[in-house]
């Protein structure tokens, strides 16, 4: 259904997401993709998209279109298809009300618009969507909605697990439903009190032609306004149903969504107590959890009402992507093949470090216990992994949101990274409640870090941040050094002083040998800190490259001063466009990166590169206003229609591809409190 040409592909490119922070829906997640400013793209829509309810990272349905078809032209015309103009954004920085409208222009010169406004429900587990289309003429006219069904087994969950839909004509109204044997949706509308489809397809998804042919084809491709209802079905699905008003010139209808996990029928009821209360009442409970959580964590801290905006917006952005299990995943969109929807301890603690840094203490303590939770704590063959290590006292590289493992190689910035969570929390709480529950989860990290010594004074090989290259990672390292200096400060307090001082003296070691192992001279670049030294693999030659990651040798980890000569020429680097964007002061991961939408070299950035750069020229004295600059003005150059920071950005600040990740919306939350305390904030402790 969805599937565009092969000529543009379309880029997972989330610019705005919702949910709310209390309630029976807290752990739905809805997003939203605007196309306009995306030049990979021949679209100019903007379209509700991936939605999951129960777990971040299984989606129970995806691209929900809204279609309409004029009778007396013959033409059916699709919000993200055929807009001619676009917008999408939220009600404010502190309520995620998804707002999206397209605009059309038909074949007599006519236009028309169609407006969707979004919220998840508070009182049960629903999504209701407030659809409102104007037209200039009075034509008869089919409104339709299509959409993808996701809802199937995973194969880390059934691999066998069946998808199937069904159309339920009960006595006061119609709903689409679908399952897969765990979980339930439920699709209700209503328009002027009628609860009932103009005809409903369950379809293929794919299937261009024949008795299974899929709703996207039986709607848009055949444009002959009419939908060949079918009752059920099962597989790879898409569906659809439609409303029918006449020569109305305005329409006002309502889309409820439900999920439950107990039955189809809770399903439905959760769709149908949204439709009873309306969308003003739904809209009020949303407004108001909302804004009781933006009262109880720091809001518009510095009277500038861009960065006040923008911190609140990344608030905002984080707690929505706040899962059922009390971590936050990565970011809600799939970058080509693979989804960051999953956990990864290390954007947990950099997200903790936000959080904290925000008041917001609740969150941090949630994903604090997530870590703990899912430590590895025993050592058996299946804490073993592909290289033969015993994980025992790490964590796996990332997580479903079970606390099931997906990728599993040793990342020391995250082993090193939970301690210093841990310590964090407790330094910023003062609560010896927050030392004592967390201890062991941090000894247990301590003790896997002195022993992973490479016996010449050094932390053994292990994977970068970028998860590309196995070798002496200058971040990884930096992390590892930051770990056992918080283990040490934390073991003094506990009196436990024999670990403390086996913390502090292979910390001293490891930062003494720092240079020796992640810095190299006369390389095509310069003189600078690199990837990781004597890497096994990895191109352009990791050991031969500046890398971004090294600036947090200095913020969090504390292992460089910002002064030091060798990292000042490492920053230095950052102002060559050979590493960073062309024309926005944005600086890439590092020179040579293919890591982006056409998998090939191309000029752009990453904000929160730019975040860990601009924090050394700030303390170094090299560029004195780079924080200030940032945080008040180059960051909106990169902003997505709903003011959310992405992954990356393209030469010029565009928006280039996975928008909202939580790890860039953490960034501008730090570096707003860093600037407001003139110090970085988060330091780990020094020698």
Known sequence: ?????????????????????????????????????????????????????????????????????????????????????????????????????????????TEGAIRQDVVASSNQCSVLVRNTATFEKPHERTLFTV???????????????????????????????????????????????????????????????????????????????????????????????????????????????????????????????????GYDAERDAFVDAWSEWHDGVTTAPTGDVFVDALYERSLTSLKCAEDHCQAMIAGAFKPTDMTYKFIWPRDQVIIVQALVAAGAFDEARQALDWLDRVQITDSDEETVDGRGIDRRGTWWQNYYTTGEPHWRALQLDQVGGPIYAHWLLWRETNDENVLDSHYEMSKLAAEFLLEWDNSYGFPKKHQDPWEEVWGYSTEGSAAAIAGLRCMAEMADAIGDDELATDCRDRARVWAGNFQQYCYREGTAYGDHYVTAGEPEYGTP?????????????????????????????????????????????????????????????????????????????????????????????????????????????DGDGTVSWNSNLQWSQAMYVLLVESHLRDEPYGMAPDE
């Open 541 to 649: 030659a990791p050991d031969g490259r500046p890398d971004a990651a090294a600036f947090m040798a200095y913020w969090p980890w504390n292992v460089l001063d910002s002064d030091d000569d060798s990292l000042v020429s490492t920053v230095e680097l950052a102002d060559d466009t050979v590493w960073k964007a062309d024309d926005t002061p944005c600086v890439g991961r590092y020179p040579g990166d293919a890591y982006t939408p056409s998998r090939t070299v191309e000029d752009g950035g990453w904000p929160l590169c730019e975040a860990y750069a601009d924090m050394v020229r700030w303390r170094s004295g090299v560029d004195p206003g780079a924080v200030e600059e940032y945080v008040t003005d180059h960051a909106g150059e990169w902003t997505t229609s709903a003011g959310l920071l992405p992954e990356r950005v």
């Open 147 to 277: 959409f993808n069904l996701g809802i199937k087994g995973h194969s880390h969950e059934d691999p066998n697990a069946v998808q199937s839909a069904r159309v339920v004509h009960a006595e006061e109204y119609d709903a689409l439903t679908a399952t897969d044997g765990n979980r339930h949706l439920a699709f209700v509308q209503s328009h002027d009190g009628r609860r009932r489809f103009d005809g409903h397809r369950i379809g293929v998804t794919g299937e261009s032609q024949g008795p299974e042919r899929s709703a996207w084809a039986d709607v848009y491709e055949e444009n002959d306004g009419w939908i060949d209802s079918t009752a059920s079905g099962v597989g790879d699905l898409d569906a659809g149903f439609g409303l029918h008003v006449a020569g109305a010139e305005s329409v006002e209808w309502l889309t409820a969504i439900g999920f439950a996990e107990e039955s189809e029928d809770r399903a439905i009821e959760h769709a149908l107590n949204a439709l009873d209360a």
């Open 1 to 109: 259904m969805t599937e565009p040409s092969a000529d543009f592909p379309v880029p997972s490119d989330k610019d705005a997401i919702t949910s709310t922070p209390t309630g029976q829906s807290q752990h739905v997640l809805v997003t939203a993709n605007r196309y306009a400013d995306n030049h990979r793209v021949e679209y100019d829509g903007a379209i509700i998209e991936e939605t999951s309810a129960f777990r971040s990272d299984v989606e129970l349905f995806y691209d929900l279109h809204t279609l309409v078809w004029d009778r007396d032209l013959g033409e059916t015309h699709d919000g993200r298809n055929d807009a001619v103009e676009s917008s999408l954004d939220w009600a404010s920085s502190t309520i995620p009300e998804l707002r999206l409208e397209n605009e059309f222009r038909f074949g007599d010169g």
